[in-house]
């Protein structure tokens, strides 16, 4: 159902990302991946999106950290073709105390998974009212509904995401109509999914003379009462729905995909 249409996913080349952008180009959409890696790393995601059924996929290189190189993305991308579909997911963690979160993490934190979604929304958004069809997801966290301990900058990154989200939603809430599916903006906020990025977290748990698998039990125990952990194809499916014209009344929302764990 979006074959035709163009995507952007921003940190595609690893885990929920690669998830996405895959899942988007089953849907039949052309991609723009983005994220950094080694070239190899980098051929393989372009590969992996290419095998899951896209017409056309392209990575950009942009380090979402400046600002120049998310606008020169941003003009690259909409040369090539104008975006209908907008993943904002690029998204790293450092996990400290507060007192000894370095400056420099809470920078890139904040750069990463916050501001780079506002550049991106503000360089789509608008192409998106005119044609009377968008998709924006952006992809928070159960971090952008509660806190825990150890995480600052990301928690801020994350609630910060969930408000400007709500704030795009409303903005374009009118726009289109029910035959061209309008503009929608919305939040997926996932709790333990298996990917590189929680892999500290995991190894951190593993009691002396256990193995990883008692190190992801401990992890999902704190928090998710599902025990289960998701995986990028699970937060991807929910992605994809949204991009459904079905979906045009769904806006300004943030939907976990948690076990529970926002339950309690
Ligand atoms: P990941 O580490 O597997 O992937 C992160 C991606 O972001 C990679 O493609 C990486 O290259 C890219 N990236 C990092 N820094 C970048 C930069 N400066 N410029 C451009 N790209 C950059 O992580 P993931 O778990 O797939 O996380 C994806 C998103 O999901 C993040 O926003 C994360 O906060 C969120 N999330 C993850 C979990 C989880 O349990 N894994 C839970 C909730 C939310």
Redesign the pocket.
């Known amino acids: 159902f979006l074959s035709g249409r163009t995507a952007l996913v921003?940190?595609?080349?690893?885990?929920?990302?690669?998830g996405i952008a895959s899942a988007l180009a089953a849907a039949g959409a052309n991609v723009a991946i983005?994220?950094?890696?080694s070239d190899e790393q980098i051929a393989q995601a372009i590969a992996t999106v290419k095998a899951a059924g896209a017409a056309e996929v392209r990575h950009f290189g942009?380090?979402?950290?400046d600002a120049q190189q998310i606008a020169d993305m941003m003009a690259a991308i909409n040369a090539w073709s104008p975006l209908d579909v907008l993943v904002n997911?690029?998204?790293?963690?450092h996990a400290a105390p507060l007192a000894q979160q370095p400056v420099q993490k809470w920078n890139d934190i904040i750069a990463?998974?916050l501001s780079s979604a506002f550049h991106t929304m503000q360089a789509t958004l608008p192409g998106m009212a005119e044609r009377g069809f968008g998709r924006v997801v952006n992809?928070?966290?159960?971090?952008g509904l509660v806190a825990s301990k150890d995480k600052a900058p990301?928690v801020a990154s994350?609630h910060g995401i969930i408000g400007l989200s709500k704030v795009a939603g409303l903005e374009y809430a009118a726009a289109g109509d029910r035959a061209s599916g309008g503009v929608t903006v919305n939040c997926v906020c996932?709790?333990?999914?298996e990917?590189?990025?929680?892999e500290p977290q995991i190894q951190a748990r593993i009691p002396a003379g256990g193995n990883r698998d008692d190190g992801v039990r401990a992890l999902l125990a704190e928090k998710q009462p599902s025990l289960r952990m998701s995986l990028?194809e699970d937060i991807a499916a929910m992605v994809v729905w949204l991009c459904r014209r079905e979906a045009h009344n769904v806006t300004g929302a943030s939907l976990p995909v948690d076990g529970g764990w926002t339950a309690q």
């Not at 921003?10 to 690669?18: E, F, K, N, P, Q």
């Not at 992809?139 to 971090?143: F, L, R, T």
């Open positions: 921003t940190g595609s080349t690893s885990g929920i990302g690669l983005n994220g950094l890696g942009a380090d979402l950290r997911n690029a998204g790293i963690q990463i998974n992809i928070a966290s159960v971090h990301y994350k996932p709790g333990w999914v990917t590189p990025l929680i990028p």
